[in-house]
């Protein structure tokens, strides 16, 4: 349910336009918002009628409804389905955005691997880690792990429609410049490397939600590792060693929701890091031996 509530913050503050007060309309952009997201037509079907027809989610993306007759009539192998408009986000333009942001506030951006936390002290005063499948090390987690996600991005510009099969694992999902086809969730997997039988598996699922993927070209594999945890760890540790302290956030193994979630999980991340500012700033009381 926390999950869900930081999912809440992604439309208004990521997408600063979009106001669910007028109905779910957009407003311009002003040149301090990040990149428009693509408003994004979408259906998600179901091979069999789902528990819940109307998911949680529903009043979060935009007019959400259920599938008529003659829409589903596309995909004679599914019986049900869901039509709504969501918002995508281009994550290489936002992350630049993101960038561009902190840098124009004057802050310093570093760029270095890390082998242990402790390096990080004396030079800062407190620690954000945010490193996903990175915590196996740093944090000494063995609760995070990858899940491989295996997918392809084709030119089909002609695809306007984002197109989810209910069990998550063949989607179709145009954005600006190409369409990403998917995919895979391969848990415990730590291979980047494309596997051509996936690929061909892929293209050909997709091929069947939407046959005029056969005309689609310009055809790269892509594979990224989700940072698999049972649950995101979202809290403050106070690290001890030889008489010193390090006060560290912990923001990672946000799984297959990292990008919906991550605004009002770094809000409250944030909310962690003022505690650990004010935890330093409160002398420690003196003892009384
Ligand atoms: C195929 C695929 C499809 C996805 N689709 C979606 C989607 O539709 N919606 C969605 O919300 N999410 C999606 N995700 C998931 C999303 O990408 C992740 O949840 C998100 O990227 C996690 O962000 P993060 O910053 O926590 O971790 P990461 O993106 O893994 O970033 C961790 C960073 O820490 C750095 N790091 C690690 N160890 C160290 C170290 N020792 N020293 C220095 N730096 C270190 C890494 O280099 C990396 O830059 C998808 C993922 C994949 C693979």
Redesign the pocket.
Same mark, same amino acid.
Do not use: D
């Given at each position: 349910m926390q999950v869900f509530t930081w999912c809440l913050g992604f439309p208004q503050t990521f997408a600063a336009g979009y106001t669910p007060a007028t109905g779910g309309g957009f407003l311009p952009f002003s040149s301090s918002c990040p990149p428009s997201p693509l408003k994004t037509p979408s259906w998600q079907i179901f091979q069999s009628v789902p528990t819940r027809e109307v998911p949680v989610w529903a009043d979060v993306v935009l007019g959400f409804r259920k599938m008529t007759e003659a829409e589903l009539k596309r995909f004679p192998q599914h019986v049900f389905g869901q039509a709504f408009t969501t918002l995508k986000c281009e994550t290489s333009a936002y992350l630049s955005w993101l960038e561009n942001r902190i840098k124009a506030s004057g802050s310093l951006l570093l760029t270095?691997?890390?082998?242990d936390l402790w390096e990080l002290q004396p030079a800062f005063d407190v620690v954000v880690n945010? $490193?996903? +499948?990175?915590s196996r090390? +740093?944090a000494g987690d063995p609760a995070i792990s990858p899940v491989r =996600?295996q !997918?392809l991005q084709v030119r089909a510009p002609w695809v306007k429609h984002f197109i989810r099969d209910g069990s998550g694992l063949t989607y179709i999902y145009p954005g600006v410049s190409h369409v990403t086809l &998917? =995919?895979t969730r391969q848990e415990g997997d730590w291979s980047l490397s494309p596997d051509a039988e996936i690929s061909r598996g892929i293209l050909s699922r997709c091929c069947a939600l939407e046959p005029s993927l056969h005309r689609a070209c310009d055809i790269k594999e892509k594979v990224?590792?989700?940072?698999g945890r049972p649950s995101v760890r979202l809290q403050k540790e106070l690290l001890v060693r030889g008489g010193q302290r390090l006060p560290v956030v912990h923001n990672?193994g946000? &799984? $297959?929701?990292? !990008? $919906?979630v991550h605004w009002g999980s770094a809000l409250e991340a944030t909310r962690l890091v003022s505690e650990c500012v004010q935890d330093l700033r409160t002398p420690a009381p003196a003892s009384k031996l």
């Open positions: 270095r691997r890390i082998e945010c $490193s996903g +499948l990175g090390q +740093l =996600g !997918v &998917g =995919g990224g590792l989700r940072p990672y946000h &799984g $297959s929701g990292g !990008v $919906s």
